[in-house]
């Protein structure tokens, strides 16, 4: 009787997707069959739950570890990992492929400030994602919203609050008067960086700064000509 091999199924499979133990042979009469559409299917399933049983593996034995690229993360939404947008950690964030400390620093502050994102797109508009980040980050993001969600704004072209006029800035959702010159006169000591500093420097309720996600932009405010130093005022 032959002496049935130690390693259990998951193990070999695991070891031969890493490429620790040899790919097993077919036997000839099976490698002579075409391989029909459903055989083609099988053998992709096949490989995919290899690959997710592998990154489980590596999961269990590093659960910080940061996941690299789409597929992982496709992988980890197959194993039931989520991502609460509206709640997430700055270590939640970090496991996603790509994502960077100064994109994740902005999130934090705006949760902070009690600013909630509505969906996909209030994303990608905040961090400046291209299509391609977007969709590698999609199976594990959930956008759970906690309180009376907003009302859905029209999108139109983002304003420059470092460059607009006040004319320009009455455009924005909700804003009065008095804001308006609050904003002017707190961006003539310096421009503002993005939407958590915006919202600090000028107190701004969550729900306003929900409403402006997306509606503004924040480019540095040009520099004033340089004058000629015959020209120059005295100090």
């Not at 932009?217 to 100090?235: D, E, H, I, K, Y």
Request: glycine fraction near 6%.
């Amino acid at each position: 009787m032959a002496q049935q091999h130690w390693l259990d199924p998951l193990a070999r499979q695991l070891l031969i997707a890493t490429g620790q133990l040899p790919r097993p042979q077919r036997p000839p009469a099976e490698r002579s069959q075409p391989l029909t559409t459903h055989g083609a299917a099988s053998a992709s399933d096949h490989d995919d739950g290899i690959e997710r049983d592998l990154l489980a593996l590596k999961l269990a034995r590093e659960p910080g570890r940061r996941l690299s690229n789409a597929e992982e993360v496709r992988h980890a939404a197959a194993l039931g990992w989520r991502l609460d947008v509206n709640r997430a950690t700055a270590a939640d964030w970090l496991r996603l492929p790509g994502c960077r400390a100064e994109q994740v620093d902005l999130l934090l502050r705006l949760q902070a400030g009690g600013v909630q994102l509505s969906g996909l797109e209030d994303l990608q508009r905040l961090l400046g994602l291209n299509e391609t980040e977007l969709f590698s980050w999609q199976p594990l993001l959930e956008f759970r919203w906690y309180g009376t969600a907003p009302a859905v704004a029209n999108r139109c072209e983002p304003i420059a609050i470092n460059q607009a006029g006040a004319r320009e800035l009455e455009r924005l959702p909700a804003i009065e008067p008095e804001l308006v010159s609050r904003l002017l006169r707190d961006r003539a000591r310096r421009p503002f960086t993005d939407l958590a500093d915006l919202q600090q420097r000028l107190q701004l309720r969550a729900e306003l700064v929900e409403a402006w996600i997306g509606r503004v932009r924040f480019q540095p405010a040009p520099a004033g000509p340089v004058l000629p130093a015959a020209n120059r005022p005295s100090p």
